[in-house]
């Protein structure tokens, strides 16, 4: 998963993690962010979290709300509590947060340097950077509020932060990766996630490159002086209609104002071949290998996605709202959270991990095989709509220890077989 740049639509929440959702997600990012490194290595871990469709989709199977801005923080808070204690064995630092959090950064970052032997002082100094960029260089209308920066023992790091506007309730996301960077001033992002404001003031596109020389002459020459009467000077031609420069074209993604997941924010070819492949491997695979006690179908289709979180290549996180299909929502959307199928999922995640750490791959094997058969069924796969399949959960969350941020879901229609689970 390379460099990238993109913008998306990202509403502004307000509110809090409920802490039964909060240890949960702290337990499956810790776990999910494992496999990865022992897939793919800590480099890919970095340019996941620096990609901003798989940090919104990673964000979703976690239980967070699907299209929000909340997932930024929640997902940030998550690592950052769940990777504390495997630092030394994953070589990751997570640093920063929201608000009081964020001025630390510099701080945390100087510790870390102390502790594994790197310059904290040059991490702080890219931390202060990163946060100057975004908030003076690129004006796009966005406070700064949130920096997460996560660094590895050899140096390499990325940044992951977050503007609001408040008068328009929406978020914007920046995602930076150091890996490849030459410059914090000439084109450095490696994402940018948020609202199309229209034109905006970038001085970090290459384009822009003389234009910031000429800056620079013009402070030199003719002073701050110098700059009010030119600005004075330009002022009439302001009102004047002018056609915009050429802007680059950016894959976007628009994460819409409603909560509720419709059928148009899924790409359902994709759905059904994982729940084909839950059908199909699930028997096989999870039968003999995993032996969790009580894990059914209903797990099975959740590490379906999970399993498409840990391998999925850019392009199949699209619509992350499909990913809110695995353990739902805590504020019901899709429907509130299967606790019992999460902490499965979490059960079986560990189990894998941890087999694979002692040299006993065959349970990581399993899942990765599961995502591949995914990928194989959904050229032909068919199954129930989006509307249907979220109908079907609502009816039995309570039997899968449904709950939200509205509490327990209360008993609905009884089911001959809940160990389906």
């Not at 502790?115 to 931390?127: H, I, K, P, Q």
């Not at 490696?190 to 003031?201: K, R, T």
Request: aromatic share 6%; hydrophobic share 40%.
């Amino acid at each position: 998963m390379g460099r990238r740049s993109g913008s998306a639509d990202l509403p502004l929440h307000g509110g809090r993690v409920p802490a039964w959702l909060g240890q949960r997600m702290t337990r499956l990012g810790a776990v999910i962010a494992q496999a990865i490194v022992l897939e793919y290595g800590r480099d890919e871990l970095l340019r996941r979290l620096a990609h901003p469709f798989w940090f919104q989709s990673f964000g979703a199977v976690m239980g967070m709300d699907w299209h929000s801005s909340g997932i930024t923080t929640s997902v940030l808070g998550a690592l950052k509590r769940g990777l504390a204690p495997l630092s030394s064995e994953l070589g990751l630092h997570v640093c920063g947060g929201r608000g009081r959090h964020s001025r630390a950064t510099p701080a945390e970052l100087v510790a870390v340097g102390e502790r594994v032997g790197l310059d904290g002082e040059a991490l702080a100094r890219s931390s202060r950077l990163v946060a100057k960029v975004d908030s003076a260089a690129v004006q796009d209308g966005f406070d700064l509020y949130l920096h997460g920066f996560i660094v590895a023992d050899d140096g390499r790091w990325v940044v992951v932060q977050q503007g609001m506007n408040d008068g328009r309730k929406q978020a914007r996301r920046y995602h930076w990766l150091s890996e490849g960077l030459e410059s914090f001033v000439d084109a450095p992002h490696a994402a940018v996630e948020g609202a199309n404001q229209g034109q905006i003031v970038n001085l970090t596109d290459r384009r822009a490159a003389a234009s910031r020389e000429r800056q620079l002459d013009l402070l030199r020459n003719a002073g701050p002086d110098g700059i009010v009467r030119e600005l004075a000077r330009l002022k009439p031609a302001y009102g004047k209609a002018s056609a915009p420069a050429a802007q680059a074209m950016l894959p976007h993604l628009v994460m819409p104002d409603h909560h509720e997941v419709r059928a148009e924010d899924v790409i359902e070819r994709r759905l059904h071949g994982a729940l084909a492949a839950a059908a199909d491997r699930g028997p096989e695979d999870f039968a003999e290998l995993l032996l969790v006690p009580g894990i059914g179908a209903r797990t099975v289709r959740s590490l379906a996605m999970v399993a498409e979180v840990v391998h999925g290549t850019p392009c199949r996180f699209s619509d992350p709202a499909r990913f809110s299909l695995a353990h739902g929502g805590k504020d019901r959307h899709p429907y509130p959270v299967p606790t019992r199928v999460y902490d499965r999922t979490i059960a079986v995640m560990k189990g894998a991990v941890a087999a694979a750490k002692l040299g006993q791959d065959e349970k990581l094997a399993a899942i990765r095989r599961l995502d591949q058969q995914a990928r194989r069924l959904e050229v032909t796969a068919t199954g129930p709509s989006v509307e249907a399949l979220i109908a079907e959960e609502r009816s039995r969350s309570h039997a899968f220890g449904g709950r939200s941020v509205f509490g327990w879901e209360p008993p609905g229609p009884v089911h001959a077989d809940e160990s389906a689970a």
